[in-house]
Nanobody, 123 residues
């Protein structure tokens, strides 16, 4: 099991940028494929992006492709999500999660989750 804590959320205007971080502890971080998901009020939790064990491969939802960048720093046990050109529809609670399956956009494949960090984009 890996423990995950997200940070970096906040309020930003449309067109702005934010960088989310996820700190991992517990089992060795490079053992896991990491992903970001988000959940808006009244909606299902949806996949945003995933990154392979070494960071060499990435996978994005169509809705964020070209605007968001997922990355990881294994020596620091850290996962990141750089978000640019933010839109009001990006407003959601953002979660990092861990799995051993790559690539996977399915919530059910992810075993460990953080508590989330709120991102609000104003128009």
């Amino acid at each position: 099991q890996v423990q995950l804590i997200e940070s970096g959320g906040g309020l930003v205007q449309a067109g702005g940028s934010l960088r989310l971080s996820c700190a991992a502890s517990g089992r060795p971080f490079p053992s896991y494929v990491m992903g970001w998901f988000r959940q808006a009020p009244g909606k299902e939790r949806e996949f945003v992006a995933a990154i392979s064990w070494t960071g060499g491969r990435t996978y994005y939802a169509d809705s964020v492709k070209g605007r968001f960048t997922i990355s990881r720093d294994n020596p620091k046990n850290a996962l990141y999500l750089q978000m640019s050109s933010l839109k009001p529809e990006d407003t959601a609670l953002y979660f990092c999660a861990a799995t051993t399956i790559y690539p996977s956009s399915h919530r059910e494949d992810y075993d460990d989750w953080g508590q989330g960090t709120q991102v609000t984009v104003s128009s």
